[in-house]
Structure formats: structure tokens, C-alpha cells
């Protein structure tokens, strides 16, 4: 996949996780609820472990940079003016929300670099 496609993705997926936070738990910001926490985890989390398996870790890394962004940008188009002003602070907790799925896209990373070498060592060996 190209990399603006990625940030793209990203980006949509970002905004997408607070909105789907919201309708999962009422409160506006995920860091409000369990539950809404982990329903914008895992919104991030599913599609960076299958971009990290089909593409590679680095690649899902990108998507949750983009992803990054669109949490901040939905954050401020559609938060009130209280969540306007702590926009700074917005800035450094909302990387608690990509954690997660940063974990989860190392992994798919890292299965598909082990699965890949794998696969080359059967295909080199002596039959």
C-alpha cells in the first residue's frame, strides 16, 4: 500500500475510533469510560495487526501516525470549547489510545517476518 493511502487510512480510522467510542459509551472522550477506552483501542488495534501481517510493522506504524492526527483533528472539529483548550494536553495523552494498537501492529509485524523467513528456510532447504 502506498504510505499517503496508509496515513489516510489512518486518519479516517482515528476520527472514526472517537465516534464509535462515543456511541459504545456515551462520554465524548474515550479517557471518560473503560469501556469507551477500549472500544477506541480496538477500533485502532484490528486494523494495525492486519495492516503489520499483510505489509509490515513499519507500515501499520504509519497508519497509527495518521491515526494519531485524526483523533486530534475530530477532537477539535466536533469538541466543545473545554475540549478546544486542552487540545495541547490532547496531544500527548491521545498517544495512550495508539499503545494498544501499536502492540498490535509490532505483532503483525513480526508473524509476518517470522512466517516469511519460514517460508524462505523451506523453500532453500535440500530435498
Known sequence: MQRFVLLVIGFLLGAASWR??????????????????????????LPALVIGLRVGMLR???????????????????GDSE????????????????????????LGGAVRAILRKSRDTTDTAPH
Open 20 to 45: 464509535v467510542s462515543y456511541f459504545a459509551s456515551g462520554a465524548f472522550e474515550p479517557f471518560d469510560s473503560a469501556t469507551g477506552f477500549v472500544v477506541c483501542q480496538a477500533v485502532l488495534a
Open 83 to 106: 475540549a478546544r483548550a486542552w487540545i495541547a494536553l490532547l496531544l500527548f495523552t491521545s498517544l495512550a489510545l495508539l499503545a494498544f494498537p501499536a502492540g498490535a501492529g509490532i
Open 60 to 78: 501499520a506504524l504509519l497508519m497509527l501516525s495518521g491515526a494519531w492526527v485524526g483523533i486530534i483533528a475530530y477532537a477539535y472539529i466536533f
